[in-house]
């Protein structure tokens, strides 16, 4: 018994199942957005502690300068008329801490390549180079994600790097070890060891940021805000608090959704914006998977998980140092055996090996309080330490769970202190967010970050397809093109471009006004 019919359901309001979903109601389709948690957004979502507010998924984005990839998706979708950005210190939207070395990254490739030729001038030839392969690698996996293969196999360059990881790339073109570790200094943005990402995902991430670094006005929710009213002009409908329990098939074909509560809704067709461990082994079944799809669920790796670390602080960031730069901390130049530690439970009983932090209100004051500070501290850790408490409800977990909480909390903040001596002392306000909490508000298998690992067998197109093996059923976000809140957009608007037969670009009418673009520094 189906209770409505639509053209098609989109399971999850991540960044790519809102930029699908307006895509194909701006088509003309009548869109249903089915959303398991309270507030839309997945990744992008905000939230308050005490009328601060936090980003979860959104720290920085890249690509959003004139004529760059995003940009254009927000222009042509038309929701740039309700996003302001604000653009990171362009001196240093980077701040690469190794011991206590310091090294800034500033905004575009020139001003990025003349400081690293000032610090390591012996290196110039080998700095040079690396960028100009970084740039073509990046402009070929572009072409590779547009589904034009044969430009990749007509670039003898960048066509070995395709099987290489980022660190045998950054080896390949620089020796001193601290350049090195510099170059790797964003690997956090993966979450992988060097010698295991691809090389292709790591010269993305570094082109990503290179033309600078924005933070949405307002928080991340309000990419998911901006969407839903463009969604909603387009008289598409989200439905929160509304878990997708079964995708319905008939016939290896899709033809709708049992919600939790039993209500079946039938659509022409389905994308799911899920986790594809999820929406393959638990919405579909595993019975109907093919061989070849059992197994590629088998062997997968999924990205590690993290534990995010909000503090509100009662004293003058600035004063103290710092700006609406990021800063990645680590203990020495070792980011190889760094980023290793990051997939194991090192971090739940340690001193983090790595720590990302981001002033929230030096880059976005509009939700401080009262002279008051927010700051966001991430770093990394496997799922598996938390399996014992998967199983108990979120909110009322065990004691040990809380001291645990604790002890984690106590060692980033030593990490932090150690960093801004004495902001340990103004902090009024904390809270630790687990992989487990990364499951709970997200359904992120194992907790993971990033979607699928972006391992060299694993990224991009040999991640999960748009298309899927059945009839009428679509995937897109960070597991399939790439994660990122850009890279999750463009797969939702590659989802919506399959679906209708038509070019991405063809999705991309709406003439949204220039995207307002001001400055975190003023
Ligand atoms: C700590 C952290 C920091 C990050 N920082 C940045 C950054 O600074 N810049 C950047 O570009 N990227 C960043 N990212 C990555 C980026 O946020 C993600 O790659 C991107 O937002 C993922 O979008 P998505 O389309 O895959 O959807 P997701 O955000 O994964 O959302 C999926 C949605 O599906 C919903 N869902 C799942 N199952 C069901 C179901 N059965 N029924 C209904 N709904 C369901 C979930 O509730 C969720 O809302 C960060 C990620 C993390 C975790």
Redesign the pocket.
Same mark, same amino acid.
């Given at each position: 018994m189906f209770s409505s019919t639509y053209d098609t359901i989109i399971?999850?309001?991540?960044?790519?199942?809102?930029?699908a979903a307006v895509a194909l109601a701006q088509a003309g389709q009548n869109v249903l957005v089915?959303?398991?948690?309270e507030v839309?957004?997945?990744?992008?979502?905000s939230f308050t502690l005490e009328g601060y507010r936090f980003?979860?998924?959104? *720290?920085?984005?890249?690509e959003l300068g004139e004529g760059e990839r995003l940009r254009k998706i927000y222009e042509g979708l038309g929701v740039s008329n309700d996003l302001t950005f604000l653009e990171l210190n362009p001196d240093a939207y980077d701040h690469i801490l190794i011991g206590d070395y310091q090294f800034d990254i500033p905004k575009g490739k020139e001003a990025f390549i003349h400081r690293l030729k000032e610090r390591f001038p012996d290196e110039a030839k080998g700095i040079d180079l690396l960028f100009e392969q970084l740039a073509n690698i990046y402009s070929q996996l572009l072409n590779v994600i547009d589904e034009k293969w044969f430009s990749l196999l007509r670039c003898p360059t960048a066509l070995p790097w395709f099987t290489k990881s980022g660190g045998d790339l950054i080896k390949h073109y620089v020796k001193n070890p601290l350049l090195r570790a510099i170059l790797l200094g964003q690997c956090g943005?993966h979450g992988l060891p060097p010698s295991q990402v691809s090389a292709a995902i790591h010269a993305a991430i570094i082109q *990503?940021y290179i033309e600078g670094a924005y933070h949405p006005l307002g928080g991340?929710m309000t990419i998911a805000r901006a969407m839903l009213r463009a969604l909603k002009k387009a008289n598409g409908t989200i439905r929160l608090n509304?878990?997708?329990?079964e995708i319905i098939l008939d016939k290896q074909r899709a033809i709708g959704v049992r919600?939790?509560n039993g209500e079946i809704v039938r659509s022409k067709h389905v994308i799911?914006?899920?986790?594809p461990y999820?929406?393959f082994n638990?919405?579909i079944g595993k019975t109907n998977l093919s061989r070849k799809l059992k197994s590629k669920l088998k062997k997968v790796r999924w990205s590690t998980s993290?534990f995010?670390l909000y503090l509100v602080i009662d004293c003058d960031l600035r004063k103290m140092g710092l700006d609406s730069g990021?800063y990645w901390i680590y203990s020495n130049e070792n980011i190889e055996q760094l980023y290793q530690l990051g997939l194991t439970d090192y971090n739940v009983h340690n001193l983090p090996a790595v720590m990302?932090v981001?002033a929230t209100s030096l880059k976005d004051p509009s939700k401080s309080k009262s002279n008051h500070h927010q700051l966001e501290v991430?770093s990394f850790v496997s799922y598996d330490f938390f399996k014992r408490w998967e199983n108990q409800v979120s909110g009322q977990r065990d004691a040990e769970y809380i001291q645990l909480k604790e002890k984690i909390s106590n060692n980033m903040i030593s990490s932090l202190d150690h960093r801004f001596p004495g902001i340990s002392k103004s902090i009024i306000l904390k809270e630790l967010g687990t992989p487990l909490t990364?499951y709970h508000?997200?359904?992120?298998h194992r907790g993971?970050?990033?979607?699928i690992d972006k391992s060299i067998w694993q990224a991009g197109p040999l991640g999960f397809r748009n298309r899927t093996e059945f009839k009428d059923l679509y995937m897109?976000?960070?597991?399939?093109l790439a994660?990122?809140?850009?890279?999750?957009?463009y797969?939702?608007l590659i989802a919506a471009s399959k679906l209708l037969r038509c070019r991405p670009m063809d999705l991309l009418k709406q003439n949204g006004p220039e995207l307002e673009i001001l400055q975190c520094e003023r």
């Open positions: 399971i999850g309001s991540g960044a790519g199942g809102l930029t089915c959303e398991q948690h839309p957004g997945g990744w992008t979502h980003n979860t998924g959104v *720290h920085y984005i890249g943005a *990503h991340g509304t878990s997708v329990n919600l939790s799911s914006n899920a986790d999820f929406t638990k919405l993290c995010s990021n990302f981001t991430f990364n508000y997200i359904k992120a993971n970050i990033y979607g897109c976000g960070s597991s399939t994660h990122g809140i850009a890279y999750a957009s797969s939702g």
